[in-house]
């Protein structure tokens, strides 16, 4: 039987990937993902197979994956960046799953970026916090203004994916005004840059200076809750210990 | 000058590390933590001088793992479970570090909870979703709620760690009852138990039958969206592509 691996392999270098995502990865026949992915980890492992598709092409490439594991009965493993069940091809591939018999499935988790962004920062997200894409392709901007809205409401660190792209420059700052209703001008953010790999930084900045910061794809971007502050280069968010 | 890294180990099993949270931890000179994760780091770092400290002790296992970098310049590792920064001692290290000087910090990441578990059910967190603690210790019991509430008004997947605990049983069963004035009783909802440890094991159930599980401190519990479904025996909610 055929087995394939839906593999987060975190923000893109090595040391990131979780050692069972390594050892799937050095173990399996065939390696499928988006190109920009697929590039990231053809240097550690050369001598796979690989199978790469251009960007949105989710379902086609899902579709090859499953195709791959359940007609030549291959070990495959799909690589996603970040976590591969976080805004990851994991539920696709079991949506499609169906069609194609005598394939397991296994979800490999890896680290998202709110984490490895997060630890490039220092500690934001020491409390609760949402989660929220800009990314309008599949989802109403109507919904996301409502999310952004309840998380800001409700004091809520938002970690925001996906801020810009080429076909949305300004997404991100109609996000800063719709939190800007609710949070000061001066809340503490973060911005955390092509973390783990070539060119990684990070810049901690107002609300309002976010508005005005160049951010891009690469970007994964923090918003604070009431209690984040700067320590020294850092962005930290309190856990609230009392005897601090 | 002494190093002090805030190791987030994931889960509990070697597997779900990081390579980059197994080199540190295999050249560090001295691993500090919370018994329980120390005592899931021995059997595989053997030769390590250990410092642990009882549950709740938050600040003295910090002030700890900085003194012993600081005067002995040593390289220490601080380890939590799940990530380092989510719910994590990053931050609290952070803020006491300023009374001890020349300790260099560096927050290493890990797989939180809300990524180990999704994998283990499915993929519940494919589309936007808030991260919320039910303890109450250092958070208003009015704040946990008024976040509970605008995350079901916001249609966002909820992850909740902390469910209960022996001072607070009767915890998810109130967070349910917060839930269930803006979802459906037939939401759909997993929990996952001991993830990457002995007894690992998941459920899918609906929000009415949560509110009356059996679930401990050792569980993480999800909350479907509006889109979340079963597939087979997996949870997972789409990500909305409309080929599929």
Known sequence: MGKL???????GNYENMTIQADRVLSGCDMIVGYHVYVDLVKDIYPDKEYLSTPMTRETERCRKALAAAAGENKQVAMVCSGDSGIYGMAALIYELSGAY??????VIPGLTAASSGSALLGAP???????????????????????????????????IYNPVSRSRPDHLKKACDILLRNLPDD???????SIG??????????LRQLREAQVDMFCTVFIGNAMTKRQGERLITPRGYRDV
């Open 5 to 11: 691996f839906v593999v987060g392999i975190g923000p």
């Open 101 to 106: 018999e005598g394939v397991e499935i296994e």
């Open 187 to 193: 809340r503490l953010c973060g911005v955390a840059r």
């Open 125 to 159: 997200l020491t409390h609760d916090f949402a989660v929220i894409s800009l990314s309008d392709r599949l989802t109403s901007w109507e919904k996301i203004e409502t999310r952004l809205d309840a998380a800001a409401r409700a004091d809520l660190s938002i970690v």
């Open 197 to 206: 790999r070539e060119g990684q930084q990070y810049e901690i900045l107002t």
